[in-house]
């Protein structure tokens, strides 16, 4: 199975794409779509969208998992990620993929065992699950790795329960 995860943001979406093969994860591509400051809101998530595209187009996952946004103190940066995390939705279901969600939270808990997990530990933990030559940069790169590892991990379980169920 094929795994996009991604990070949503309108300056920075981190995303990553990982393959499980068995029990293994292996890494296939990550990294950053990055926006323009200053640039209308409107041209941003153009660019979102395309870059969007394009990857989903290039490294054709099986599915997509996306973080689920929590209220921020900051509206104004709640509303713009949430307009991002729309965009990227929409890339994903116009390519017939089905989405999954997953709070910080659950990522947390799935990469670390902890739900109150530190960017750091994260980063390390992604690093050693992918077996990558060091911890993937920025926070973004490492959140989106993570949140494609959750659903790697959250599927394996769901088969393994219906497979329980019909037998």
Not at 49 to 72: D, Q
Request: net charge positive; glycine share 8%; aromatic share 6%.
């Amino acid at each position: 199975m094929r795994v996009m995860g991604i990070d949503p943001g309108i300056a920075t979406v981190g995303f990553g794409v990982v393959d499980r093969v068995g029990s293994r994860l292996v890494p296939v591509q990550y990294g950053t779509i990055v926006t323009e400051a200053g640039k209308e809101q409107a041209v941003r998530l153009k660019e979102i969208y395309e870059s969007a595209m394009a990857l989903i187009e290039k490294y054709r996952p099986e599915c997509v998992a996306v973080e689920k946004l929590f209220f921020n103190r900051n509206v104004t940066t709640a509303f713009s990620v949430g307009q991002a995390r729309g965009i990227l939705l929409l890339a994903a279901v116009q390519n017939g993929l089905p989405v999954a969600e997953y709070t910080p939270l659950q990522v947390k808990q799935a990469i670390v065992g902890y739900g109150r997990a530190e960017k750091r530990q994260i980063q390390q933990m992604v690093r050693m699950l992918l077996h990558l030559p060091e911890p993937p940069k920025p926070d973004d790169v490492a959140d989106a790795l993570a949140i494609a590892i959750c659903h790697a991990h959250s599927s394996t379980l769901q088969e393994k329960w219906n497979g329980a169920l019909r037998q």
